[in-house]
């Protein structure tokens, strides 16, 4: 099969096997390039393990520290005619990789809210590892089903007043205006509910239950401040509300942490290029003057870049923790940088279909994009046939 980027909105409906595994591969040398350390996590479970933030962490820690995983993830494979998810191609590449270097990597597809994948995972922890050093919350979802059988989905909208914002098409290059009406009472309850705190204390509680936290365990969840311009559709919006849930829960993990001398953090990370974030209304614009203003200052970072410089200088690093008021790492110092918010900000309002190659790294974004299901990707030729059907060997309890 020939397989092309299939283009709809926000969405990419194919993805390239090869493209997805070379990615991986470059991943896999980022971390390779900054040293084998092994004063870091020996056994560590990723919740979220095949998209952005939750692959690269899994990425750093077996490759950075030699650590054995367990990735929890929710990925499709290849059926019929149509290829597997970006996640289930770059899962398979990483637990190939892992294990021709010899590390364990074990994986569970299914749904990471339900008890059953809970139970499956804790099995597996205690069979094969039995304790974690690391547990990496690293979830994205746009629904999750409650134990009583119910659905509550997560809405990506502005609290209060409505929001008027521009969005890149991506297969035109042409700005089209997004409106958004404010979220309703339920529509942020539920999105707190999907994208909060309280599936990863449900997770900690699951694993201190079973005595699976290793002695000086510690847990992390992924979250995003970013910039002013952004705040009306993300930080004071409903996905910002299901952002400060984190910041209670972690409060709330500070008990059953303490009980095994281990610790839990909200790491703030930049704003980059993956399946949820190009989701989020006006992100594309925001991000694309950002790459634009980054890269010309040197200071732009991708995932794995963002995930291994987090492990060698903040969580295994030798100085003191860079915390926020609230206790959070933080990890979007040069995100935020005076100089890189200014060039955002004075540009914010202007950007037009015409100064977009030059105002914004919309090339820059467009390619991030393509690259994240395995298109665009160097070295990979994108007019040869390739098998779209590849294997994951998936642990018992996995429900796909
Ligand atoms: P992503 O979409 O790339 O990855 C999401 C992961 O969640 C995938 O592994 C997917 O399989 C898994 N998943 C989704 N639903 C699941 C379910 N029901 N069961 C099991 N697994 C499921 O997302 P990402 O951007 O890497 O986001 C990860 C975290 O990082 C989020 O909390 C996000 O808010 C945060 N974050 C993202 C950015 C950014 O710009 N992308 C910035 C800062 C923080």
């Known amino acids: 099969m020939i397989i092309k980027p299939r283009i709809k909105g926000f969405l990419c409906t194919t993805a390239h096997p090869e493209g997805c595994a070379r990615d991986v591969q470059n991943q896999i040398a980022h971390v390779r390039s900054q040293g084998l350390r092994d004063d870091g996590p020996r056994r560590v479970l990723v919740i979220g393990a095949s998209g952005g933030y939750g692959l690269a962490s899994r990425i750093s820690a077996t490759f950075g520290f030699g650590a054995s995983t367990i990735g929890v993830f929710f990925e499709r494979p290849s059926v019929k005619n149509r290829t597997a998810s970006p996640g289930w191609y770059k899962t398979a590449a990483f637990t190939r990789a892992a294990h021709d270097a010899g590390f364990y990597a ?12 809970k139970d499956a995972t804790c099995d597996l922890i205690e069979r094969d590892l039995g304790q974690v050093d690391l547990v990496v919350y690293s979830l994205a979802a746009p629904a999750r089903q409650l134990p009583d059988g119910s659905v509550v989905r997560s809405a990506l909208k502005p609290i209060g ?7 890149i ?61 952004t705040w009306p559709i993300y930080h004071h919006g409903t996905i910002g509300r299901a952002k400060e849930d984190l910041d209670r829960a972690c409060k709330a993990l500070a008990a059953p942490m303490a009980g095994v001398d281990g610790k839990a953090y909200v790491v ?14 006006g992100m594309s614009i925001y991000l694309s003057l950002l790459f634009k203003a980054m890269k010309e200052a040197g200071t732009h970072e991708g995932c ?97």
């Open 106 to 117: 074990e994986n569970i597809n299914g749904d990471a809210f339900s008890k059953q994948i």
């Open 161 to 167: 007043e409505p929001f008027e914002g521009k969005t």
């Open 169 to 229: 098409d991506f297969n035109t290059a042409e700005l089209r205006p997004v409106s958004l009406e404010p979220a309703s009472d339920e529509e942020v309850s539920d999105t707190v509910r999907v994208m909060g705190g309280e599936d990863w204390e449900l997770w900690i509680e699951a694993l201190s239950a079973r005595g699976l936290l290793a002695p000086g365990c510690v847990t992390t969840n992924y979250t995003y401040l970013g910039s002013r311009v």
């Open 268 to 281: 703030v990370m930049k704003g980059l290029v993956t399946q949820a974030a190009s989701a989020i209304p």
């Open 304 to 400: 794995i870049e963002q995930t291994t410089r987090f492990y060698n200088t903040q969580l295994y690093g030798k100085g003191d923790l860079r915390l926020d008021d609230g206790g959070r790492i933080r990890m979007d110092e040069l995100e935020l940088a005076d100089e890189i918010q200014q060039y955002v900000a004075d540009n914010w309002s202007s950007v037009s279909e015409e100064n977009l190659d030059t105002l914004t790294d919309f090339a820059g974004y467009r390619k991030a994009f393509l690259e994240m299901h395995g298109f665009d990707v160097e070295g990979t030729d994108y007019d040869a046939e390739v098998e779209p059907v590849v294997e994951i060997e998936l642990a018992s309890g996995s429900a796909g």
